[in-house]
């Protein structure tokens, strides 16, 4: 697997000949429950020591999942929209926070998925709203600062630093999982360039790099090629000596 990132080996090698650092954050999607997979999550993040964020789904989640993380060091808890409904019409993407409700009532449900994952995980929560799907109205965004919101974190990167008053905005940018194809690893080759692109274009400063580069992954989803591939991209990452673990709150 480490020599289909060869094109991502040999871009950090100008970052570290440049003397360039590449702020990295890892957010895994859908927890609600201890399952056989969150244990290989979080055996793999304790493994390579690096800080996990969990979006976690406000309802159903209960506090089994509080209690399986209450003693690792590694995660930390952030909203996942609340009940990772989708709401939008037949023929339309999947969404939970798209333009199909009233805000008010969307606003409501972010609130109460803050304040439930504050009580289930206390410090461990941060204040990140990570909308389900990625999607989310504006309408929603700008009210996310008076429902006890930090920052948001959805995927691509981002347009704007600040997408309303005292929001921060911490996007995600390559997951691996070739969802459009019914599951499994995407094309390492493809993924490889893709991660070596985005790269370039922060090191060319034609991207933000001060948007810390996500990576996106979903336990539940897995199968042993992703395992495999996301292990080894995060070796490649932290080995590489240009890459430092940071968290999205930290980028303000």
Known sequence: ??????????????????????????????????????????????????????????????????????DTAQARAMPHGWQHRNHAPAGEKKAEFGAHRPNDVMLGETARGWRRIEEMFGSRALPVFVPPWNRVCPAVVEGLAGSGFSAISTFLPRPVKHPSPGLLQVNTHLDPIAWRAGGGLADPAMLAAEIAAQLADRREERADNSEPFGLLTHHLAHDEDVWSFTATLIEVLTQSGAAAWTAPLEDD
């Open 1 to 70: 697997m480490k020599k289909q990132l060869a094109p991502v080996i040999a871009e950090l090698q100008l970052w570290c000949e440049q003397g360039l650092k590449l702020p990295i954050w890892w957010r895994d999607d859908d927890a609600v429950a201890p399952t056989p997979a969150l244990d290989q999550l979080l055996a793999l993040a304790a493994d390579l020591d690096a800080p996990l964020h969990l979006a976690v789904i406000p309802d159903p989640a209960g506090g089994a999942l509080a209690d399986r993380l209450q």
